[in-house]
């Protein structure tokens, strides 16, 4: 049997462990280290307390193991097992152990007990080498790393700077297997052509011109995201007397929430907070958008940005955008540029000038079609289910 283990049921996985319960060559169980996002939890980072509107817990065997109590996913000391795990991994005959990353101590705590009960460790994490790392924390974090990783049989790569991290720190090409990131593509392909004739009612509900060319940002409102880049963007814009309405439309919750409406003229608010400045570039604020609630804003919008810094490991917020036939404008310190987005739709991460003159061009080429061949999640199902096969 293979046990994945991972931090908490995740929107983006799960659609994977029903794809490989229903590919059937895999016996394998889910070991969910707590149960964040099945009830109504608190993120910090959004501000609120919410529960996905979406089943995270049908179609795939899984169970929860024994952790510290109050263990959250974005805690590295309280997110801890405090069982001995080598006792289930003998008894259930788990030949693999798959481990999502390194950031919670439970996941170094599973690949010890793993190789204690003479099961393979495997690993597919978001980590990339984009993120430069403090000169006084390299050679902690090397060591660190490099102690791990020598402990890993098998790993899968979301994509390419993921790729090229596991090279630095000396892992052979010959443990790496591709196993792309994705999201249910299906899913918001459909979601998005079922709103696409309700378009423009969307649009004017949240106070969007017919004639505007509406930017989101869709996320949460913190730092590393960086959503003040599209204000500065559209101030840009504007003062260049482009040909162009630009509509700012914000998807999501967060601390920067009141800066964000001071800084912008807000014709709609979901959350009535009010404030913005007559002048500054128009904004609506959709409010928090659960899942079956996001495609409204990648039908509504024109485009979509993702400004963030290098804390981005990845970017799932371009692949549903993408899915769902929204083009996207991308930093280049985020780790899905280089794989899914064009060259002439990324620039380099804080430059607002150049993000402008991606929206002005954006505009004139009439919002082309996503710029590559997304990826699925049949492939790493197969990557999978291939490591699986070796075994046996």
């Known amino acids: 049997m293979l046990a994945i283990v991972t931090t908490h049921p995740i929107q983006y996985q799960t659609p994977i462990w029903r794809a490989l319960a229903e590919n059937t060559r895999v016996p394998f169980e889910v070991w969910y280290l707590t149960d964040f996002g099945t009830r109504a939890s608190h993120d910090r980072e959004f501000g ?35 069982e001995r795990l080598r006792e ?26 793993a190789q204690a009960a003479c099961a393979e460790v495997w690993i597919r994490a978001e980590s990339n080498d984009l993120n430069p790392v403090p000169v006084w924390k390299w050679p902690i974090k090397r060591a660190a790393l ?46 998005a052509k079922a709103l696409r004739g309700e378009r423009q009612a969307i649009r004017r509900q949240w106070g969007i011109a017919d004639d505007a060319f509406c930017v989101l940002f869709c996320g949460k409102f913190i730092a590393k995201k960086r959503p003040l880049d599209l204000i500065d963007a559209a101030r840009i ?19 920067l929430g009141k800066t964000l409406r001071a800084q912008t003229h807000v014709v709609f608010d979901a959350d009535g907070l009010g ?21 409204r804003a990648y039908v509504a ?30 930093s280049n310190a985020c780790g899905c540029a280089e794989d899914l987005i064009a060259p002439e739709w990324r620039y380099s991460c804080g430059d607002t000038t150049a993000l402008a003159e991606r929206m002005v061009a954006l505009r004139a080429a009439g919002a ?21 096969a070796a075994l046996t």
């Open 48 to 82: 609120k307390t919410f529960q996905w509107d979406i089943d995270l817990l049908s179609g795939y065997p899984y169970t929860f193991l024994r952790t510290e109590p109050g263990a959250t996913p974005g805690n590295f000391w309280r997110c801890r097992l405090t």
């Open 301 to 330: 919008a024109d485009c979509m940005v993702l400004a963030s810094d290098h804390g981005e490991t990845w970017g799932l917020v371009v692949n549903e955008a993408l899915a769902s036939g929204l083009p996207c404008i991308v």
């Open 237 to 255: 814009v504007a003062a260049r007397g482009a040909d162009i309405n630009v509509h700012l439309l914000f998807g999501g919750s967060g601390e």
């Open 146 to 191: 490099t102690y791990l990783f020598s402990h890993i049989d098998r790993f899968f790569t979301i994509g390419s700077g993921n790729r090229r991290l596991y090279l630095r720190y000396g892992v052979p090409e010959t443990k790496l297997f591709p196993a792309h990131y994705a999201v249910d593509n299906a899913r918001f392909a459909a979601q």
């Open 368 to 388: 082309p079609p996503p710029q590559t061949l997304l990826p699925s999640f049949d492939q790493t199902v197969a990557a999978v289910a291939q490591a699986y």
């Open 275 to 295: 404030g913005g400045q007559a002048g500054a570039p128009v904004a609506s604020f959709t409010g928090f958008l659960n899942q079956t609630e996001i495609s």
């Open 88 to 113: 289930r991994i003998r008894a259930r005959g788990v030949k693999a152990v798959l481990i999502q990353g390194w950031q919670v101590a439970a996941y170094w705590q599973v690949a010890r007990e």
